[in-house]
């Protein structure tokens, strides 16, 4: 059993109900972006799909946030898409552009969607080429990457028991997702774990299993993929409601 460093002993935040974490990681958001943007001039977000997030990214998109974050430095790009265009209800980059994108005052060009319209593999091969070039590097670090976490252990779309786990090259792939038998675009753990800083964010009684079994992986377990996000710069964060951290003893 390898030793537990700093980086695999994540830091905890639980919030009572659900609006309280929403207001935890908006505060903490803004010092992130205030304190990216002071050192780089710019900062990087990935922003996680599904629904958990979608309460963050309405507090994200009012007042105070809307008009105190520097929105015009801040460049927000997705952890993963579902291969469907923009103005599908399942659509990831959709559901920010109504929730968030909606309501700021932001360049066009800041925001970095996934192509959810196009074929997986272009939009995979594309949106590793974007990255890449926008960061003016082959191994980009975002400052801030947001997930989510599925009660099966996914993240991102890093499915149990897909081939995209073991990627150790591409930052950016395709991915069959079994269960739904549809495709999505992900990315990889080697961009993932690149980043500054990764957090979090869960919610509900429905997901308290998956935390705990997490929290309390030893290593790195591909059946459990969430349990590969180690990234090189620190710890991971996890930021959860009560519910989902009624499980952690
Ligand atoms: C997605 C997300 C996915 C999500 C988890 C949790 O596109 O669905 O990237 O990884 O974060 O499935 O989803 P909920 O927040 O809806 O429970």
């Given at each position: 059993?390898?030793?537990r460093?700093?980086?695999?002993?994540p830091e905890?935040h639980?919030?009572?109900?659900?609006?309280?974490?929403?207001?935890?990681?908006?505060?903490?958001?803004?010092?992130?972006?205030?304190?990216?943007?002071?050192?780089?001039?710019?900062?990087?977000?990935?922003?996680?799909?599904?629904?958990?997030?979608?309460?963050?990214?309405?507090?994200?998109?009012?007042?105070?946030?809307?008009?105190?974050?520097?929105?015009?430095?801040?460049?927000?790009?997705?952890?993963?898409?579902?291969?469907?265009?923009?103005?599908?209800?399942?659509?990831?980059?959709?559901?920010?552009?109504?929730?968030?994108?909606?309501?700021?005052?932001i360049?066009?060009?800041?925001?970095?969607?996934?192509?959810?319209?196009?074929?997986?593999?272009?939009?995979?091969?594309?949106y590793?080429?974007?990255?890449?070039?926008?960061?003016?590097s082959?191994?980009?670090?975002?400052?801030?990457?947001?997930?989510?976490?599925?009660?099966?252990g996914?993240?991102?779309?890093?499915?149990?028991?897909?081939?995209?786990?073991?990627e150790?090259?591409?930052?950016?792939?395709?991915?069959?997702?079994?269960?739904?038998?549809?495709?999505?675009?992900?990315?990889?753990?080697?961009?993932?774990?690149?980043?500054?800083?990764?957090?979090?964010?869960?919610?509900?009684i429905?997901?308290?299993?998956?935390?705990?079994?997490?929290?309390?992986?030893?290593?790195?377990?591909?059946?459990?993929?969430?349990?590969?996000?180690?990234?090189?710069?620190?710890?991971?964060?996890?930021?959860?409601d009560?519910?989902?951290?009624?499980?952690?003893?």
């Open positions: 059993m390898s030793p460093n700093d980086r695999m002993n905890l639980i919030a009572g109900r659900l609006p309280e974490l929403y207001a935890d990681v908006a505060t903490r958001v803004q010092k992130v972006i205030h304190t990216a943007i002071g050192r780089d001039g710019r900062c990087s977000v990935v922003l996680a799909g599904g629904g958990t997030p979608l309460g963050l990214y309405r507090l994200l998109g009012a007042e105070p946030y809307r008009s105190t974050i520097p929105w015009g430095k801040v460049h927000l790009f997705f952890g993963d898409e579902r291969m469907v265009p923009p103005q599908d209800p399942d659509s990831n980059y959709g559901m920010v552009a109504r929730e968030l994108l909606a309501h700021l005052s360049p066009a060009g800041n925001i970095h969607r996934i192509a959810g319209e196009s074929d997986p593999r272009t939009a995979a091969r594309s590793e080429h974007d990255l890449k070039v926008w960061c003016g082959d191994s980009p670090r975002f400052d801030l990457v947001l997930l989510g976490v599925g009660e099966d996914h993240t991102a779309s890093l499915f149990p028991g897909t081939a995209v786990l073991g150790s090259k591409r930052l950016v792939a395709e991915v069959f997702e079994p269960r739904s038998g549809k495709w999505r675009v992900s990315l990889t753990l080697p961009l993932l774990n690149n980043a500054r800083e990764i957090w979090f964010l869960v919610a509900g429905g997901k308290a299993d998956v935390v705990r079994t997490v929290l309390h992986a030893g290593d790195p377990d591909p059946r459990i993929p969430a349990t590969c996000i180690r990234p090189g710069n620190g710890p991971v964060s996890w930021f959860l009560r519910e989902a951290a009624s499980r952690l003893g």
